[in-house]
């Protein structure tokens, strides 16, 4: 890539020229860092606060190009800040460390660092970073409005974009890292040159930034459609949305889909409840689905999925975590996936986690998303489960759901199909995502609780939201894994210890625990790539659907609500608070506070207004947790209209 | 034109350096920090070395405090307070300072109080090395200026 006079770019000297800003809460390392980087003609401000830079970035966005930031901070954590730059200005951020610990690096990545450099820097590689100033305006046309002056036909938003624009080259990075912590200057180079040409497929389209407006239209569109119905054609049409294709419409749905499954693992899985498989898999992967929105783009296999993911959760032990799982193999048992819910809720209601209320929505949205969820659990997982650490934990819990998810792949869905295993294999479907999504939730436990930054709007914290939650969810599902998942969780060796379900690997699939395993590592990747979606769907589908039901849930919720019909502007509104709102809620620990206060706020909105919409989605009593799940959604949504710089004042 | 006393002063500081660099005191960092150094910024490096000494010093002596807990460890500050003393170090170029931080810090992870204890011992014994050996260089530099009547940059 070479850096030609672009018309968006203000500087025609690029890089020279470009305004970085430092941050470091050590003198030293701050001095030779900004005397580097003068060294490389780099316009360069420095500050030894998070929270001073953090001020710097909001009163003007368009005042910086690239963000280097140090991991450890004591007024904030590196990490936090890095997501919330990465949200609210959509600025490529570089992390710097004395620590390369890969967990760290592998952490760094994931929540959207460009780049990872490790203590002592060295000035050939800042004299590299400007690349990723170019790669993320490049690959991001339609989002990048914060950085450059391009127009975006669709969508105003650009974190959206820009998250996912930066995932493609994060896996780049994300070897390169790995490279660079061996201090390997020359190949450091090398490889960041390499990186366009390695995954040119991920970076050379252009993505679809889904707006907070687009994805409104989105749900709306899904919501009036019905969840088991939504198929992206339909989908297309009634969003009558220019420039959008198919694919694009069928890749968002699929992330919506492991969303929703995710919130409804989520909620299942700190609930510890065994809920019926059956329906708590459709509402799961419904909520997961939604919540997972922003990653949704490579959806679009939702429709095959639904039967496989409900098929999967035929658990109904399981449900109780998983919600999620419920709805990955409960495709097509509704009464399953209500009865998850009803599990679910119980578990949820002992721990008292506001995911209890997600659970029973989950179970009901997982009635209804049986369809889509199947679908979306298997090209969701990835995506979702690396924006949703926590799913992973979701995932782990679900476990349950049948052998079918094993393999992880669509293909085992549709296997699944074929065998319905309504009561218990549903679980095992799931665990293949369950192992990823909690690895996603292992490795960032702490960038969740950092998250409580408001502006927080990416799926990313949400992500770590649910990371929050699926950790506790995967605590519990351990005792539950039907025995398929978990061995073949573990076996993937992915890092997280989340793969509780490898229990229930073991018994279910064996083909599963192999299944789980490829999923795992490609969690991996996934993690590092969560951004790009595409190729981790396949493999991770069940994991990261699992994750994204514990999140998802509660964002779908809202979602779906939305589209019962309270109107497309107002439940388009709703939903986009419930995802707006739960990002942000967990950024302020919203997830373990807020999720309680929410459960009971939310359930009071929801019933009221969702009460329509309610009952297109959850035709069973599992009103409730849809209930929280859109209260949430609606929350998330709240916020992020409100203002995407998130208002937090840091 | 250079006086023998200031070329004299000029190899004594060659001299200290490589010795400095062949002990693994200092690294190619430091040799980084010295071409940073210009008429723009002349004094680059002893401005970074005393912010170093002067950061390093708060840190050990946290480090030590912490350390004399006799009844609980925090392991975790620890490691947060080894952990940027090893990147400063490392920023600048003290290498062995910047290799028994590793130490200290694998020791930290593992909860070994002995081994931290070790390790600090260890630590400001390096510091108090470093420190020593970059003054006397420093001095060495701003001697041969005077004897050469200006100040020259400091160059390889």
Same mark, same amino acid.
């Given at each position: 890539m070479t850096v030609e006079t672009r018309a968006d770019e203000p500087r025609g000297q690029f890089p020279v020229g470009m305004r970085v800003l430092a941050v470091d809460d050590d003198p030293t390392?701050?001095?030779?860092?900004?005397?580097?980087?003068?060294?490389?003609?780099?316009?360069?401000?420095?500050?030894?606060?998070?929270?001073?830079?953090?001020?710097?970035?909001?009163?003007?966005?368009?005042?910086?190009?690239?963000?280097?930031?140090?991991?450890?901070?004591?007024?904030?954590?590196?990490?936090?800040?890095?997501?919330?730059?990465?949200?609210?200005?959509?600025?490529?951020? %570089?992390?710097?460390?004395?620590?390369?610990?890969?967990?760290?690096?592998?952490?760094?990545i994931s929540h959207g660092a460009c780049d990872y450099l490790l203590k002592p820097v060295r000035i050939e590689e800042l004299k590299n970073i400007w690349q990723h100033v170019i790669r993320r305006k490049k690959f991001d046309p339609k989002e990048k409005n914060s950085t450059c002056n391009q127009d975006k036909p669709q969508s105003g938003t650009t974190n959206n974009g820009l998250s996912s624009a930066g995932a493609g080259s994060t896996d780049l990075n994300a070897k390169l890292n790995k490279k660079r912590k061996d201090q390997d200057d020359e190949d450091?180079?090398?490889?960041?040159?390499?990186?366009?040409?390695?995954?040119?497929?991920?970076?050379?389209?252009?993505?679809?930034?889904?707006?907070?407006?687009?994805?409104?239209?989105?749900?709306?569109?899904?919501?009036?459609?019905?969840?088991d119905k939504a198929v992206p054609k339909k989908i297309l049409d009634l969003m009558n949305v220019e420039k959008l294709s198919r694919e694009n419409v069928a890749s968002h749905l699929q992330k919506y889909r492991l969303y929703l499954k995710r919130i409804s693992c989520v909620a299942n899985q700190q609930a510890n409840m065994v809920a019926a498989l059956g329906s708590a898999d459709a509402s799961y992967l419904r909520v997961g689905s939604l919540g997972g929105m922003k990653h949704l783009q490579p959806l679009g296999a939702s429709g095959q999925f639904q039967n496989n993911v409900y098929r999967s959760l035929p658990y109904s032990g399981m449900i109780g975590r998983l919600n999620t799982p419920a709805g990955l193999g409960v495709h097509g048992l509704p009464s399953s996936g209500i009865l998850q819910l009803g599990h679910a809720q119980n578990l949820n209601n002992s721990s008292g986690n506001s995911m209890n209320d997600p659970l029973k929505f989950r179970s009901s949205i997982a009635h209804v998303n049986q369809n889509q969820n199947g679908g979306s659990l298997q090209g969701m997982p990835v995506?979702?489960?690396?924006?949703?650490?926590?799913?992973?934990?979701?995932?782990?819990?679900?476990?349950?759901?049948?052998?079918?998810?094993?393999?992880?792949?669509?293909?085992?869905?549709?296997?699944?199909?074929?065998?319905?295993?309504?009561?218990?294999?549903?679980?095992?479907?799931?665990?293949?995502?369950?192992? %990823?999504?909690?690895?996603?939730?292992?490795?960032?436990?702490?960038?969740?609780?950092?998250?409580?930054?408001?502006?927080?709007?990416?799926?990313?914290?949400?992500?770590?939201?649910?990371?929050?939650?699926?950790?506790p969810l995967m605590d519990n599902h351990n005792g539950r894994c039907n025995d398929n998942w978990p061995s073949a969780v573990q076996s993937s060796g992915m890092p997280t210890n989340s793969y509780p379900t490898r229990d229930c690997l073991h018994g279910g699939?064996?083909?599963?625990?192999?299944?789980?395993?490829?999923?795992?590592?490609?969690?991996?990747?996934?993690?590092?790539?969560?951004?790009?979606?595409?190729?981790?769907?396949?493999?991770?589908?069940?994991?990261?659907?699992?994750?994204?039901?514990?999140?998802?849930?509660?964002?779908?919720?809202?979602? %779906?609500?939305?589209?019962?019909?309270?109107?497309?502007?107002?439940?388009?509104? +709703?939903?986009?608070?419930?995802?707006? +709102?739960?990002?942000?809620?967990?950024?302020?620990?919203?997830?373990?506070?807020?999720?309680?206060?929410?459960?009971?706020?939310?359930?009071?909105?929801?019933?009221?207004?969702?009460?329509?919409?309610?009952?297109? %989605?959850?035709? +069973?009593?599992?009103?409730?947790?849809?209930?929280?799940?859109?209260?949430?959604?609606?929350?998330?949504?709240?916020?992020?209209?409100?203002?995407?710089?998130?208002?937090?004042?840091? | 034109m250079l006086g023998l006393g200031a070329d004299r002063l000029w190899a004594d500081m060659n001299r200290l350096l490589a010795f400095l660099f062949h002990q693994g005191v200092l690294d190619e960092q430091f040799l980084q920090l010295q071409q940073l150094q210009d008429e723009s910024s002349p004094n680059f490096v002893s401005e970074v070395v005393n912010i170093y000494f002067h950061e390093s010093e708060k840190l050990l002596r946290n480090l030590r405090s912490l350390l004399m807990d006799r009844e609980l460890l925090d392991y975790k500050k620890m490691g947060i307070h080894v952990n940027q003393l090893m990147g400063s170090s490392s920023s600048i170029g003290a290498n062995r300072v910047r290799n028994v931080c590793v130490a200290f810090r694998a020791a930290t992870d593992q909860n070994n109080r002995a081994g931290c204890l070790r390790a600090l011992e260890m630590l400001e014994h390096e510091y108090c090395y470093l420190k020593n050996k970059l003054h006397e260089l420093f001095q060495i530099e701003q001697e041969r200026a005077l004897a050469a009547g200006v100040r020259y940059p400091l160059q390889n």
């Open positions: 390392c701050l001095l030779v860092l900004e005397t580097l980087l003068r060294r490389c003609q780099y316009h360069v401000t420095t500050t030894n606060q998070a929270i001073t830079a953090l001020k710097m970035l909001r009163e003007n966005k368009n005042k910086f190009d690239l963000v280097i930031s140090d991991v450890h901070m004591p007024d904030m954590d590196g990490f936090k800040l890095l997501e919330l730059v990465g949200l609210e200005m959509d600025l490529p951020v %570089i992390m710097l460390s004395a620590n390369g610990d890969t967990k760290l690096v592998m952490k760094g450091d180079d090398e490889q960041e040159h390499g990186h366009d040409n390695d995954d040119p497929s991920t970076q050379k389209k252009p993505r679809v930034v889904w707006s907070v407006e687009l994805h409104r239209k989105f749900v709306a569109a899904v919501n009036q459609l019905g969840i995506s979702v489960g690396l924006d949703h650490l926590q799913p992973n934990k979701a995932v782990s819990s679900v476990q349950g759901p049948t052998t079918g998810f094993d393999d992880k792949t669509m293909s085992l869905i549709s296997n699944k199909l074929s065998d319905p295993r309504a009561g218990v294999g549903s679980s095992c479907s799931r665990p293949p995502l369950m192992g %990823i999504a909690s690895n996603g939730l292992l490795l960032e436990p702490n960038s969740q609780g950092s998250q409580g930054g408001r502006g927080y709007e990416n799926l990313t914290s949400v992500a770590s939201q649910h990371s929050e939650f699926s950790l699939n064996p083909s599963g625990a192999s299944s789980i395993t490829s999923l795992s590592t490609q969690s991996h990747d996934s993690l590092a790539d969560m951004q790009s979606h595409g190729p981790i769907f396949t493999n991770n589908n069940t994991t990261p659907n699992l994750a994204y039901q514990g999140w998802d849930d509660h964002s779908l919720d809202s979602l %779906i609500p939305v589209n019962g019909g309270l109107g497309a502007s107002g439940l388009h509104r +709703n939903l986009d608070y419930s995802f707006g +709102n739960p990002l942000e809620m967990k950024h302020e620990g919203f997830i373990k506070s807020a999720q309680d206060p929410s459960l009971k706020s939310n359930q009071g909105y929801i019933m009221d207004p969702h009460k329509a919409q309610r009952s297109r %989605i959850s035709s +069973n009593n599992l009103g409730s947790l849809e209930d929280l799940v859109s209260a949430m959604m609606k929350q998330e949504q709240d916020f992020i209209c409100d203002d995407f710089t998130g208002g937090t004042s840091m | -």
